[in-house]
């Protein structure tokens, strides 16, 4: 068989092409799908664990009772999980009455109760991410974005703030200044006459904020006015 430093070998190339899949966080729909799979990757861990207990206690129960085929806890281990997973079958046909009774009430408990709670945790978690796929995967990229920052140097860092220009106002119009800390991106003039274009509910009265200019009237004023 492969020694030890060839399974942590092994296990190493594979994180480390795993760690490719933080490039799909460029692209929204990948970057969704990578941020959902992680997601029900720690579901799947969870109940994995709760699992290996019971496998182990089991394990241990068999090697309690004496049965021939499981006289020692490793393989007993080995043997519950190939029976488990449906690889040794046979082996069932060679325990005792009450080997057989505590294998079977395992299987029950992992494939009807453990497995099943795991399919539910699944079918919710997922449609719970698929509601807010697009807001996810922002989420995640910032959180990449974030986790490369810190790996760069102070000097890196500001000249990059400096660059940005977090410490200017963003203008949204004439004579309208914005709050500093933000990067303005101006939006295409088609999108406000699109079906699925929602007005801004914020009236903004550009010029300066002095007390003594007349506050500004609104159309219901203009029509009363006419009146």
Known sequence: GASWDMVLLALS???????????LTVSSQLGTLSFAIGRLLKQVVRN?????????????????????????????????????????????LLMHNSALAFMVVFVML?????????????????????????GNSRMNRAFQCVEMESFLSVGRRKRYYDECAFDKSVEFDNGDEGPTGAIQCFELANIRAGSHYVADRIMRC????????????????????KN
């Not at 190339?13 to 490039?23: D, Y």
């Not at 945790?121 to 796929?133: C, H, M, P, S, T």
Request: hydrophobic share 55%; net charge negative.
């Open 48 to 92: 994995l664990v709760i699992v290996l207990i019971l496998i182990i206690a089991f394990a241990c129960a068999l090697n309690a009772l004496g049965d021939p085929g499981n006289l020692d806890v490793e393989v007993a281990v080995v043997n519950v999980v190939r029976v488990t997973l449906g690889l040794d079958s046979d082996r069932l």
């Open 110 to 134: 992992v494939h009807l109760g453990m497995f099943s709670i795991l399919i539910a945790q699944l079918v919710k978690g997922y449609d719970e991410l698929f509601a807010d796929q697009e």
């Open 206 to 225: 550009t010029g300066t904020a002095s007390a003594l200019d007349p506050w500004p009237a609104t159309q219901l004023e203009d029509e009363d006015a």
């Open 13 to 23: 190339a594979l994180l480390l092409w795993a760690q490719l899949l933080q490039v």
